[in-house]
């Protein structure tokens, strides 16, 4: 009797010194995690400031380039308008050089009249004051009578007269021609000087285009290395969260193993307790009926045999599958364990099931495929939802029809991951199960 108390004595305080060593691994665990979070949160806050400024700075001059592609469109409308002013104006100036052309012909054509108009005065002066040595008064005074005379007399005059005056519309004409070709000069030399401005300003415009575009080069030089500085520390953001995720799932994965860890003292406990009540009960019954027997050692407690041991639901599905947890569990175990060995799937496939018959996790699988932090294809990468649209590997399904239907739990972990020395476990081809 009082070798079962000391022994019940004896296994209450190891059972105690197990959860107080478990206690206090877990909060030296959690807080030392929850110390490197904050840092790590403090590194991410100062990523994102850097990126923030970076994107500011690449769309303030998003927004400079712009202008200047403005400015350019602007310019651009500006040259053709100064363009198709050039054209009119040489389209013009190629029509006053025609009638400058018709001008200088007629202008030619006016001088030899006047020239010929000139000659034939000059003969008719001459046939009439040198021909023959006759002069007008010879002319006139050679009629029959003085009528006569006074008419010849008159007809030289109007001939001289005529002369004359085609002499001087001759004249007229030239100086007028004169004037019209002074005029049309005037212009075409006022015309070539508009051009020529025209065109200074046409050069200025392209040169202003020039200069403005090498600007725009180099604002987006600017632009894409402010962008590339900018993904950069988004990249690091990203690094940031994963490395956040990843240590609050460590913070979570030790608060759940040390509640497993105490519930599963716990139940050893009272199983302990249990036997020593019914051992104790046996034995009083033995005393009272007058029988005297020398204490059983004890034996080993079953389920005791390290990580090899079933899931504490017995290899039973506790849950209710639904219509297309065999899809997720399937693209669940493609994703995760794809390229590992079958056996390797099914252990992805038993953490799944131990998780919802763990009252530490939700109790559906859908729940536990979602939960935040846990399975990296779903909540960060997004194969998972690839893998479930299009469907699953045919190994992958017979692995989780295996595991849901028929209910082989291969082991009794809840965690899983890349086996890079960090974590203590069962390694089982890429991964480490604990």
Known sequence: MNNSKNESKYISTIVMSVLVILFVVCYTIVSN??????????????????????????????????????????????????????????????????????????????????????????????FMYEMRGDSYMDIM???????????????????VEYDRKMLEKYKETKQQIQENENAYQKEQEELMKLMEELAEQRQLINDKIVSTNEQILLYADDIAKAEQEALEYEKKIAANQLAIDDESRRIEESSILEAESIAKAKRERESREQERRERESIAESKRQAGIYEEDETTSPQEGEDGEHQTSSSGGKINFEVQ??????LAALIECEAGDQSYFGML???????????????????YEVIYQPYQFTPVTVSG????????????????????????????????????????????????????
């Open 347 to 365: 252990c992805v496939g038993a953490v799944v099931i131990n998780r919802i018959n763990s009252p530490n996790f939700p109790n559906t699988l």
């Open 141 to 159: 005074l050679s009629g029959t009578s003085i009528a006569d005379s006074l008419n010849k007399a008159e007809y030289v005059s109007k001939l």
């Open 33 to 126: 995690a929850t110390q490197s979070i904050s840092e790590m949160e403090s590194e991410k806050h100062e990523n994102e400031q850097q990126m923030s400024s970076y994107q500011e700075q690449a769309s303030d001059l998003l927004e400079t380039k712009s202008a200047l592609e403005n400015l350019v469109s602007g310019l651009n409308s500006e040259l053709w308008v100064i363009g198709e002013k050039i054209d009119d104006i040489e389209q013009e100036i190629a029509q006053k050089n025609n009638e400058l052309e018709s001008i200088k012909i007629s202008l030619e054509q006016a001088k030899e009249d006047e020239i010929k108009q000139y000659e034939d005065m000059k003969l008719r002066i001459k």
């Open 323 to 328: 219509g297309n947890d065999v899809d997720m």
């Open 383 to 434: 194969r998972f939802a690839l893998v479930f649209a299009r469907g699953a590997e045919d190994i992958c399904y017979k692995a989780a029809r295996e595991v849901l239907e028929e209910g082989n739990i291969v082991g009794s972990w809840l965690f899983f991951r890349m086996n890079d020395g960090s974590r203590q476990g069962e390694v089982i081809g890429d991964h480490v199960f604990y």
